[in-house]
């Protein structure tokens, strides 16, 4: 399954309040990773455990991102 950056980035934005957004791939043993990492502003107020699942239901349908 092909990963959809930019639906992914479109979720997010709408979710939080975010500064930056970084998402890469690399090859590692012959296998691809990807990687998301969140930059959030940081008046939002919003908590790791607040994050956790906001990040997980914008991602459910897409392959394992780190």
């Known amino acids: 399954m092909e990963i959809n950056s930019q639906l992914i980035i479109e979720r997010l ?3 939080m309040d975010l500064d930056r957004i ?3 791939k ?3 043993l012959n ?3 990807h990687h998301l ?3 959030l502003k940081p008046v939002s107020g ?3 455990k607040t994050l956790k699942p906001i990040v997980e ?3 459910m349908d897409q392959e394992n991102i780190t």
Do not use: I, K, N
Request: with cysteine; hydrophobic share 50%; glycine share 0%.
């Open 26 to 28: 690399y090859q590692f």
């Open 57 to 59: 239901l914008c991602l």
């Open 31 to 33: 296998q691809e990773h």
């Open 22 to 24: 970084s998402f890469f």
């Open 46 to 48: 919003l908590s790791t």
């Open 37 to 39: 990492l969140l930059a």
């Open 13 to 15: 934005s709408l979710r």
